[in-house]
T-cell receptor, first 113, second 116 residues
Framework: LAKTTQPISMDSYEGQEVNITCSHN???????ITWYQQFPSQGPRFIIQ???TKVTNEVASLFIPADRKSSTLSLPRVSLSDTAVYYC??????????????FGSGTRLSIRP | ETGVTQSPTHLIKTRGQQVTLRCSSQ?????VSWYQQALGQGPQFIFQ???????GRGNFPPRFSGLQFPNYSSELNVNALELDDSALYLC???????????????FGPGTRLTVL
């Protein structure tokens, strides 16, 4: 199983770029990397997913180095509303992997004015 | 488009009782997964259903069981409740049959279960 390690918490200020790194040393060849965001008393919300190099969407970028043993979620110009817990997940495609999903404890991001 | 809904919002039970939690999938989604989230922890995968059949299971005992109905709504049943079952129970639906680690999952707001 590909376990992930993230910082427990991070602080930043409005308007800054925030980078959250996730370590996944045992990532397998067919594993994808997915990030979710969770606000208090809500279910997680999908942010971004990638396999290698860089992926960008309207809310974030995901950087994955060539060895894929880590990944970095980048949030540009954060606002107070980005205060949340961010989870990094690693897993393979295919329903046979359904039992292997691991969310971990996530990174608690706090944004200050 | 209606999102994932769960009921009830909150529930209080006592040890040894049984509980049923309900989930309505997002329109067009045929796969549903259930998660348990203890306070301060990440969600833990319980099981997934695809077209009314269990499609994968996490490390949870058999007293955690589920159903998926022809309209793709779902139930989570927990028998013989224990104090450690107190948690937020999340339901997530996705539009295709695949691993929840690569599907985009759409989560409901959860049901907060307290076991006394």
């Amino acid at each position: 199983l590909a376990k992930t390690t993230q910082p427990i918490s991070m602080d930043s200020y409005e308007g800054q770029e925030v980078n959250i790194t996730c370590s996944h040393n045992n990532i397998a060849t067919n594993d994808y990397i997915t990030w979710y965001q969770q606000f208090p008393s809500q279910g997680p919300r999908f942010i971004i997913q990638g396999y290698k190099t860089k992926v960008t969407n309207e809310v974030a970028s995901l950087f994955i180095p060539a060895d894929r043993k880590s990944s970095t979620l980048s949030l540009p110009r954060v606002s107070l509303s980005d205060t949340a817990v961010y989870y990094c997940l690693v897993g393979a495609a295919g329903y046979s992997s359904a039992s292997k999903i691991i969310f971990g404890s996530g990174t608690r991001l706090s944004i200050r004015p | 488009e209606t999102g994932v809904t769960q009921s009830p919002t909150h529930l209080i039970k006592t040890r040894g009782q049984q509980v049923t939690l309900r989930c309505s999938s997002q329109s067009g989604h045929n796969t549903v997964s259930w998660y348990q989230q203890a306070l301060g922890q990440g969600p833990q995968f319980i099981f997934q259903y695809y077209r009314e059949e269990e499609n994968g299971r996490g490390n949870f005992p058999p007293r955690f069981s589920g159903l998926q109905f022809p309209n793709y709504s779902s139930e989570l049943n927990v028998n013989a409740l224990e104090l450690d079952d107190s948690a937020l129970y999340l339901c997530a639906s996705s539009p295709r049959r695949d691993s929840p680690s690569t599907d985009t999952q759409y989560f409901g707001p959860g049901t907060r279960l307290t076991v006394l």
